[in-house]
């Protein structure tokens, strides 16, 4: 498993497209965001914006990161590495932990860079550090828990693209990262329940405020760890009709 | 010794393969060989551990194919599984470390399996700056690092020049010098011709035809004569055996060669005509290959 995590490893530092759409770009949206919604706004509706949009634009733009995950997956079935690595002793879910655990390290990095920025540009609060930590790692395990699902389930790569779209895009607007939650109708209020960057986004903003309710804590980490296990569960189960796609 | 017993695979209502049933001695290169479809990569991926839901057995030297057989054979694919960002030797690491060698032995069997295959000067460039011909026996080193004993081999040489073809070509006959067991699927009959000494014949599923290459020619391969000289026509060739017309001339086949061609001398001279070229035309294991599954198209 280490092998296969330190080639992975290797080739995401090298992947100069993951660095811009993993940080360069949600960076750029985060400025542009604030600088549109805080226009023409007193100083308390500014810094209310702000500490809304930092931690829901960290939280929507991770789960991009399925995008890379269902390209890496696709390239190893389609170039045949996958059934290589099976004729190896290799066991699968050696394998898929040794290509899901690189991006787990991405995507924490991602969000410490993303919440730095929004600290060192934008002076929000960072009240309750280890709890930030603690949620970003469980998050981390969430997002790639469900791009590693994802990956071995669809069948193409646009498909992967297309899915991602609507799990990152239309959880943000269902999550209340886009506007406050309070201005959606009821329904969508309900629906957001059952969404992890509802939870995430939720744990985030009280972490920074200093706010946090240890039970409160407890229920999203038990939330997102538990998505983030089916989504390797699925995996697991879903491999072997992965294999089987495999070309060689 | 790999035996292969009643193997059969389905893929929904499709038939991959029919009972198929193969011994493979101990030390012996195996060629495999079959048009499109036939089943040849359905078997291969059976023996690599690729494919787990099928019907038969697969003992190797008496044990039943299993995980941890997995360490006795080196797979080599058709196609070129390396990570192109990665050095060669990076490359090779990769793989050694899927088998658990590690520190000092994994650096030793690098440096010697990047002699095998040619390519310690370029052991620290990526694969991406290759030729096809380096990929292709970087492919087959990374199969090797564990030194197996069974050596499964899908088209090794596709898309390849001719230097590196023969450069392969000795790394096979020094994997049997070295006792290893080689399954080598091609198309290519005259490399299966040239290295192999068993053959099986795999079409639809089924073994059509299975032995030494040797007994298989001269079961199935009818001799021939190439003849070509002005005024020489299809009618007289066609009175010594079945013709047909072949670059300018006549491919005449017919199961007496030698007495065939004293016979075409005379008849040239008593009647005054030039003969060009009269020529042997050993057996192919091609023309068995045709004979066995016929010359049409299957795609």
Redesign the interface.
């Known amino acids: 498993m280490n092998a296969i995590m330190i080639i992975e490893l290797k080739k995401h530092i090298q992947d100069k497209g993951l660095l811009f759409w993993m940080l360069i770009l949600p960076i750029i949206f985060t400025v542009l965001f604030i600088a549109m919604f805080t226009a023409n706004v007193d100083a308390a509706t500014k810094q209310q914006v702000i500490l809304s949009i930092v931690p829901g634009y960290v939280v929507m733009f991770v789960f991009f990161i399925m995008i890379s995950m269902v390209q890496v997956f696709i390239k190893d079935r389609d170039k045949g590495m996958t059934s290589r690595l099976a004729s190896t002793p290799i066991p699968p879910y050696f394998y898929l932990l040794g290509k899901w655990i690189p991006f787990m390290y991405i995507v924490l990095v991602q969000i410490i860079v993303l919440f730095l920025f929004g600290r060192l540009v934008y002076d929000v609060p960072l009240g309750q550090p280890f709890v930030l930590l603690i949620l970003s790692i469980c998050l981390t395990f969430t997002v790639t828990g469900i791009g590693l699902a994802m990956s071995v389930i669809v069948r193409t790569e646009n498909m992967g693209i297309a899915l991602t779209q609507i799990v990152a895009l239309g959880g943000a607007m269902l999550s209340g990262l886009w506007v406050p939650l309070e201005m959606m109708p009821d329904f969508m209020q309900t629906i957001s329940r059952f969404l992890p960057q509802y939870w995430a986004h939720q744990a985030f903003q009280d972490a920074m405020a200093g706010n946090t309710v240890f039970t409160e804590l407890l229920q999203t980490l038990l939330i997102l760890f538990g998505i983030g296990v089916a989504g390797f569960v699925i995996a697991i189960l879903r491999y072997p009709h992965f294999l089987k796609r495999s070309v060689n | 010794m790999l035996t292969i017993t009643n193997m059969e695979k389905h893929y929904g209502k499709i038939a991959a393969l029919k009972e198929v049933s193969l011994t493979i001695p101990s030390g012996s290169c195996y060629g495999l060989v079959g048009p499109n479809g036939a089943g040849k ?1 359905t078997l291969i ?1 059976i023996l ?3 494919i787990h839901d099928y019907k038969g057995e697969a003992l190797i030297n008496e044990i039943l194919l299993n ?1 941890d057989l ?2 006795k ?1 080196g ?1 080599i ?5 390396l ?1 192109e ?2 050095s060669a030797i ?1 490359n090779l ?3 050694g ?4 060698i590690k520190g000092k032995q994994l650096l030793k069997r690098t440096q010697e399996v990047l002699r095998l295959v040619g390519l310690s000067e370029r052991s620290k460039d990526k694969v991406n700056t290759f030729s096809g011909g380096m990929k292709r026996r970087l492919n087959i080193g990374c199969a090797l690092m564990h030194q197996p004993d069974l050596i499964i081999m ?1 088209e090794p040489t596709v898309g390849i020049d001719p230097q590196s073809r023969r450069y392969i070509f000795q790394m096979i006959e020094d994997f049997k010098n070295a006792g290893c067991t080689i399954i080598y699927a091609s198309h290519y009959m005259e490399e299966v011709e040239e290295l192999c000494d068993h053959v099986a014949f795999i079409d639809k599923g089924e073994i059509v035809e299975n032995g030494s290459v040797a007994e298989l020619l001269q079961k199935y391969a009818i001799p021939s004569i190439y003849i070509k000289g002005s005024n020489i026509t299809l009618e007289v060739v066609e009175k010594y055996g079945t013709a047909s017309t072949k670059k300018g001339g006549y491919l005449l086949q017919t199961n007496e060669p030698l007495q065939v061609m004293e016979n075409i001398i005379l008849y040239c001279r008593e009647n005054n005509i030039e003969l060009e070229r009269l020529e042997l035309v050993q057996p192919r294991l091609e023309d068995v290959f045709f004979t066995l599954t016929g010359s049409k198209l299957r795609d």
């Not at chain 2, 470390?97 to 658990?100: P, S």
């Open positions: 990569s991926k690599a551990s690729i995980h997995k360490e054979i797979y694919p058709q196609d070129i599984c990570e960002d990665i990076g690491h990769f793989f470390k899927l088998y658990g899908d």
